[in-house]
């Protein structure tokens, strides 16, 4: 299954739309993470780390605004959205302004609204949400253990 893996509160789920199926975002505020983790990704007052899980089996075992914990169970991983032949974890990571909530998100198609586009690309291209490769985060957590 997928697991949180930080605290924070659910910003949006989406459900069977294209480009990621069903999916979630995570809002993990600055204060809710360790101080030398907001230093290594270079945060600015005010932001927040933004978690995206995608292409999920079935709809994310959570709501929005629900507050949730490290570990916690947010759904499997599946094979929808767009043209995705395997089953796998689609994971993207960002940060941005504290206390974004989107009512939805879609990729650009006949059936998407003009708010699920805008959002789509509010998130991926607009520059108000910074992309950094999730694997830093792996980097940070073997650097820090080797300090210890």
Request: charged share 20%; aromatic share 10%; glycine share 10%.
């Amino acid at each position: 299954g997928i697991q949180e893996m930080f605290p924070g509160t659910v910003a949006v789920v989406i459900e069977d739309r294209l480009r990621y199926g069903n999916m979630v975002i995570i809002e993990t505020p600055a204060d809710l993470l360790p101080d030398d983790l907001v230093t290594y990704l270079g945060f600015n007052q005010g932001e927040s780390l933004y978690h995206l899980y995608a292409h999920m089996q079935s709809a994310p075992l959570v709501d929005v605004g629900d507050v949730v914990q490290c570990g916690q169970a947010l759904g499997k991983v599946g094979m929808t959205g767009y043209n995705i032949i395997n089953a796998h974890l689609h994971l993207e990571t960002r940060i941005g302004v504290s206390g974004v909530r989107f009512s939805g998100m879609a990729f650009y198609t006949t059936s998407a609204t003009l708010e699920e586009m805008d959002n789509y690309q509010r998130w991926r291209t607009s520059g108000e949400f910074r992309h950094f490769d999730p694997m830093t985060l792996i980097t940070w957590y073997l650097d820090r253990g080797r300090q210890k």
